[in-house]
Every structure is written in structure tokens, then in C-alpha cells.
């Protein structure tokens, strides 16, 4: 059972210039927030950076120039994304856009699609929201309800969508909706659509975490209109459409950096000279977060070599999650025995914030349970 | 069979290891009333394969085979559970030649304090600085796979050498290897073994313990094939970041995977009969050689502190 066996590793080493300027701009952010870090990693919502991001080249990097993109590799794009969470970025506002709906539309889509849709994306002026989960369906997608019926020259959607994340910011969302039966193998009868999300006729109601925050919301169609053209692909694409979405959400570096921030700063409150446990608790978080970026490396490059590597993407977000929800424990053990110094503060703010958030580490892109059942899958084992 | 030669595609060469080694291997299979070990034979359809010399540079006299396409080789006997010294010889033939010295003929051990290894009787070492050295007298007894160990060596075992560096890339390679294969070995028992009226793979509770340990040794596999691959360039460098978090990865993923392994196979798997043991003892010990995953932890650990926080990230990116 190996993974990657006769692959070589993609050689990021072309694009060091680019990490430099990468680094270069989050300084400059940060100097421009005025903080020493940002806490709440991809979480954060700022248009104004996605814009200045865009505006340097690094949004849309894997859409084609005529659609108003740069035209890269998926592979020169992962090193703009992993230095951007890697340092913590504030890039709720493009991500879904840029890592889910970007190459949905490109594979899916119209031509109308792409000319109306991907230069928005590539400029950071279209944020979007995801629409899969429903109040009675969550990580079994296929129970999906809402639904999308013919009505006069276009759709009528009915339904709600749950757990949106940034739906009350978002200019449209990707909506999973019933067009159909789902068939033998629970799969077919789905259809995904492109949603003006500040149509006057959809409620958007906030649901707050446990930590506070809104992030989540959920979604009410009631009878909301939408013309003919706002499908993506043909009826009954939806199933596939999304298997094919989940292949990047799953497999990114956003899987296994939710937490680096702490693990940064950790390390500075161990000092140059830790004790040997400290040590050994530093040494072996940092071996397992070298190694699950380099199967994310792979899966970028068997993406960006057209492949559907499902299985493999699975076992990133297996493994880079574990990590992340580790963290925060393995941090209590590091800090019950070391001062963080005149970062105390930042660090207790970057351990309560994985603290609370570590529930959601292993929920979203699918649950821990069902990404496990597409790694037994993968291994034949049902 | 031929002997390895620079053109041989890494996944081509490690095909031949395992089509030449497999009946040598398996050979220990069955009845453990004895000390295993490699039979002379065995080590002479190693050496017919090249692979005492396949790192070694053509020029002295080698194969020239890229360090990558040694990692194929490399994890192709850790997946047979080979317990001969094949992966010591050609790691350490090169570690030699690196040195601008003449790697003799027969096995090679490393003779590094703290490291029990393989140990034939004819054996050559090779010392922590990574030259030729005189072998050290008398066997430590029987390692945890069943073969004759080297004596255990005095001195400190505080820091890396080139020697334990390199060693540990190496048997982190092997882990991946028999890692991956005794989960292969694992999908295929829980597929065939029925229990209540259908096969253990069917059961949710045994697909998500396989999955788990299948996708921790697919991101350690990766770590050590990337640490083997750079060993040239690290043992230059600043420390053996690769190298270490390869051997910590592997030692984490390769317990998890034997003890998948063995629960799965039930009762069957704890017997000397069934060759699963081949893995997993090969496992339990190679994850010991040259430094234990905790002890690489640490030096990992104290490696990244002493860089400093702001180092992590470019460290950890190449750059």
C-alpha cells in the first residue's frame, strides 16, 4: 500500500523569488494592521486585502488570462497559498472563490459562465459562499433537499442551506439543490446553481459559534427566482461537480496550517534552549507538519497534472487535521512549563482561538468519519 | 539478473528487488524456534542485484544510482521485511565513497554507539565520521527481527553523526516500506476473513483504524523518500532537519500500522506461522536503529528552537 511510489516530489525551489515577495507583502499588511500577527488565520474576512492581493497577481493565479487570471500552475499557486496561511492572512474573503468555485466554473461551466464570473474572482471583487450542507443533511450530501425546479424561462429554488460560512458577506454562493431522483446509487438528481446572495428575497440568519463569532449562517430559499443560465454544467452534474470541489478542499494546505501560527510562537516561548521534553514535544509536532506537506505537495501536483486524486486528498485531510486539533494540547503542555515572555499575550490569544475552534478542524470539508470511509474506499476495503 | 546500472528507473530497479529478494526473505517465514538470519545466498543474490554499490558513484566503481532511485530500492527490502544489511551496505558504500574512500566488498554495519544493527560475521563497519573502520568484536545478541545484533558500543550517543544521519534516513525508507506493506498485507486478510456473516472489511469500526494508519504512513512515506533523496545536500547543511523528521514520521506511522496489522489478523497474526511478523518485527526494530523517534524528536526539537521561531516556516519550505 504506498501512495506517490514512482512520483517524484514537485520541486517547489523555482518559485523561492516568489515566496520572498509573498513574505514581503504580508509584512507590509501587517505593518499596515498594525498587529505582530494575525490570529484567526484564514477565518479573517478583509476585501481590502483580497483587492491589494489581487492587485500583486495572487488571486486567480490558476485562471486563464482570458478570463482574466494569471495563467499559473496549481503548483506556483500552493506556495502563494501556504505562504499566505502560513502567515496567517486574513483571506476569508477569496478563498472559496478562488479554491473551489474558480475551478468549477472552469471545468463546468459556460463560456457566459467564465467571461461574467472568473475575471470578479481573479480581481477579489466576487466572494462566495458554499451551499452543500442542509439542516438534514450534513456530511451525507446526498440527502441534499433543497430544490430547483423548472419555473417559466428558469429555476425556482426552495430550501435552506446550513453552516455557509461568511453567507451574510458573500456575493453569491455555489447552491447543491435536488433537480431530480436521486437514482440506484443515491448520487444522481443533483444540480448546483450560482445564487445572487443580495437578492431581496433570501434570509440569511446568523449562527454564532461557540466562540462568538459569525461565521456561519443559514440560507432560505422560499420561491427565489433565478434565470436558466445560472445552472452549472447540465442537470444532474451536481454529485460530481462536488467530488471534484472537495479534491482541493480537502487536500490544500489550509488542512494542516489552521494552527501554525501557534506553533510559531510556541517555539518562541521554548527559547533557544529548551528542556528535553519541550523539546522532544516541538521536535515531533514539527516532523508531522513536514511530512503532511509534502502529501499535500503531491496532491497538488497529481491536480495540476489533471488528475482526481480523491483518495489521496482524503489522506491530507486526515492527517493534516489530526495536527491541527493536537495542537492546542500539545501547546497546554509546552506552556504549563515555559513563560511566553512579552508575547504572552498573542500566544494566549492564539491558544484560545484554536482552543475553541478545534471542534470545526475535523467537521469541515467533511467529516472526519466520512473522509476516513473515501480512504477505506480508496483502499478496497468497501 | 543483472546488477542495477544509472539507467534503471528507480520503480524499475526496485521491481527487481523484489522479484530477486522475495523467496530470500520470505525464506524466514514460519516456525521462529531459531535465530534468524541471511543465508549466504541470500546476500549473494543482494550483491548480484548491484545493490552494495548501487549509490556509489560510477567513477569509483559503482552504480551511480541517484539517491532517489535508492529510496525505490530501499523501501522495496523494508517492504519485504528483508533483515539482511542490504540498505546498511549501499547507504554506508556511499557514505564512503562521499568521503573520497573505497567501499570494501561484503556487508557493511555501522559501528555507532547506541546503534545495534544487523551484524554478519563477515561484516565491515564503518564509523560515526563515516570512514572505514576495524569491526568491533563479539554479537550483542538477537535483535528484535530475529537476526544476530552488533555489540553494543560504548561512547556518547548525545549527538547525530553523518553516520546516524544517514542511517536513520535509511531505515525511515524501510519503515515506509514495511509499513505500506503490512497494511496491504492487512486490506487483503480483513477482505477475505469472515466474521458474523461477512468480511471484517466491511465492518466501519476496521475500515476507519486502516484508514487512519494508512494515511499517516502515506505522509511519513513521503517524508523519508524526500529525506533520502536530499541526505547529499543535508549532511552539508545546517542538521538533519529531512533526515530527522523522516525518522520521527516513519517511527509514529510504522507503530500505528503494526498495530493495526496485528489487530486485524486476530490471533492468526501473533503466530510465528503467518509471515506478518516479517513486517512488524522489522518495524519494532528498525523504528529502534540509530535513534528512536523520540530521541529524534528531541534533536528536532532543540534544532528548530536553537534556529528561532521566524526560521520554522522557511525551514520547513525549503527556503
Not at chain 1, 467564465?114 to 462566495?128: K, V
Request: net charge negative.
Amino acid at each position: 500500500m504506498q501512495f506517490f511510489a514512482d512520483t517524484p516530489l514537485p520541486d517547489l525551489a523555482p518559485f523561492a523569488g516568489l515566496r520572498a515577495e509573498v513574505r514581503a507583502f504580508l509584512a507590509e499588511e501587517r505593518a499596515r494592521a498594525g498587529i505582530e500577527s494575525w490570529v484567526g488565520s484564514w477565518e479573517g474576512f478583509d476585501r481590502g486585502f483580497s483587492t491589494r492581493l489581487a492587485q500583486r497577481g495572487w488571486l486567480g493565479m490558476a485562471i486563464p488570462e482570458r478570463y482574466g487570471g494569471r495563467e499559473k500552475g496549481l503548483l506556483e499557486r500552493y506556495v502563494v497559498l501556504e505562504e499566505l496561511l502560513a502567515g496567517g492572512a486574513p483571506v476569508a474573503a477569496h478563498w472559496i472563490a478562488d479554491r473551489q468555485t474558480a475551478p468549477l466554473l472552469l471545468h463546468f461551466g459556460t463560456e457566459e459562465q467564465r467571461r461574467q464570473f472568473l475575471p470578479r474572482i481573479a480581481s477579489g471583487e466576487y466572494s462566495f459562499a458554499i451551499g452543500m450542507s442542509e439542516p438534514d443533511s450534513g456530511s451525507d450530501l446526498a440527502a441534499v433537499r433543497t430544490k430547483a425546479a423548472p419555473s417559466g424561462n428558469g429555476w425556482r429554488i426552495d430550501g435552506a442551506k446550513i453552516w455557509s460560512s461568511n453567507a451574510h458577506r458573500a456575493d453569491w454562493m455555489i447552491a447543491l439543490c435536488r433537480t431530480g431522483d436521486t437514482g440506484e446509487d443515491r448520487h444522481g438528481g443533483l444540480s448546483q446553481f450560482l445564487i445572487d446572495l443580495k437578492a431581496p428575497d433570501i434570509a440569511i440568519r446568523p449562527i454564532h459559534n461557540l466562540a462568538g463569532d459569525h461565521h456561519f449562517n443559514e440560507v432560505f430559499f422560499d420561491g427565489h427566482e433565478i434565470p436558466a443560465d445560472r445552472i452549472v454544467g447540465s442537470p444532474g452534474d451536481g454529485w460530481r461537480q462536488v467530488m471534484s470541489e472537495l479534491a482541493f478542499e480537502r487536500s490544500a494546505p489550509d488542512r494542516f496550517l489552521s494552527t501554525f501560527r501557534l506553533i510559531v510562537e510556541l517555539v518562541r516561548a521554548a527559547g533557544p534552549a529548551p528542556d528535553r521534553l519541550v523539546a522532544g514535544e516541538i521536535g515531533a509536532l514539527v516532523a508531522r507538519l513536514a511530512a503532511v506537506r509534502l502529501l499535500s505537495i503531491q496532491v497538488a501536483g497529481a491536480l495540476d497534472r489533471g488528475g482526481t486524486p480523491n483518495t489521496e486528498a482524503a489522506l491530507v485531510k486526515e492527517v493534516g487535521t489530526a495536527l491541527e486539533q493536537d495542537t492546542p494540547e500539545i501547546a497546554r503542555r509546552i506552556l504549563a512549563e515555559t513563560s511566553a515572555g512579552d508575547r504572552a499575550a498573542l500566544i494566549e490569544d492564539l491558544l484560545a482561538y484554536d482552543v475553541l475552534h478545534t471542534p470545526s478542524f475535523t467537521l469541515r470539508g467533511g467529516a472526519r468519519e466520512v473522509v476516513r470511509g473515501i480512504i477505506a474506499r480508496g483502499l478496497g476495503l468497501r | 539478473m543483472t546488477g542495477a546500472n544509472a539507467d534503471m528507473a528507480g520503480s524499475a530497479f526496485a521491481d527487481a528487488v523484489r522479484q530477486a529478494l522475495t523467496p530470500h526473505a520470505t525464506a524466514y517465514d514460519g516456525p521462529a524456534d531459531r535465530a534468524l538470519a541471511w543465508s549466504d545466498v541470500h546476500w549473494q543474490a543482494v550483491t548480484a542485484l548491484g545493490l552494495p554499490k548501487l549509490l556509489v558513484p560510477e567513477a569509483q566503481g559503482g552504480a551511480g544510482a541517484a539517491l532517489a532511485e535508492g529510496a525505490a530500492a530501499i523501501e522495496a527490502l523494508g517492504a519485504l521485511g528483508d533483515p539482511s544489511p542490504a540498505a546498511d551496505t549501499a547507504v554506508l558504500s556511499w557514505l564512503l565513497a562521499r568521503q573520497g574512500a573505497e567501499a570494501p566488498d561484503g556487508p557493511l554495519v555501522p559501528a555507532e554507539p547506541g546503534c545495534r544493527v544487523p551484524w554478519p560475521e563477515d561484516a565491515r563497519a564503518v564509523d560515526p565520521a563515516g570512514n572505514a573502520a576495524a569491526p568491533p568484536d563479539g554479537q550483542g545478541g538477537i535483535l528484535l527481527n530475529g537476526v544476530p545484533a552488533s555489540p553494543a558500543l560504548p561512547g556518547a550517543i548525545d549527538e547525530f553523526t553523518p553516520l546516524r544521519q544517514a542511517m536513520a534516513a535509511a531505515r525511515a525508507v524501510q519503515i515506509a516500506g514495511a509499513a505500506g506493506a503490512a497494511l496491504e498485507m492487512t486490506a487483503d486478510y480483513v477482505r477475505e476473513r469472515r466474521q458474523f456473516g461477512r468480511p471484517l472489511a466491511r465492518f466501519q469500526a476496521v475500515q476507519q483504524h486502516i484508514a487512519v494508519a494508512a494515511a499517516e504512513v502515506a505522509a511519513a512515506a513521503q517524508m523519508a523518500r524526500a529525506a533520502f533523496a536530499a541526505l547529499d545536500r543535508e549532511l552539508d547543511g545546517d542538521g538533519p532537519f529531512l533526515a530527522a523528521a523522516a525518522k520521527v514520521a516513519t517511527g509514529r506511522a510504522g507503530t500505528l500500522a503494526a498495530k493495526a496489522a496485528h489487530q486485524f489478523h486476530g490471533a492468526m497474526g501473533y503466530t510465528a506461522e503467518y509471515p506478518l511478523h516479517r513486517l512488524t518485527r522489522a518495524i519494532w526494530q528498525w523504528r529502534e536503529d540509530c535513534g528512536n523517534e523520540d530521541w529524534w524528536s528531541r534533536r528536532l526539537g532543540a534544532q528548530v528552537c536553537r534556529a528561532g521561531a521566524d526560521a520554522l516556516w522557511p525551514t520547513l519550505a525549503g527556503g
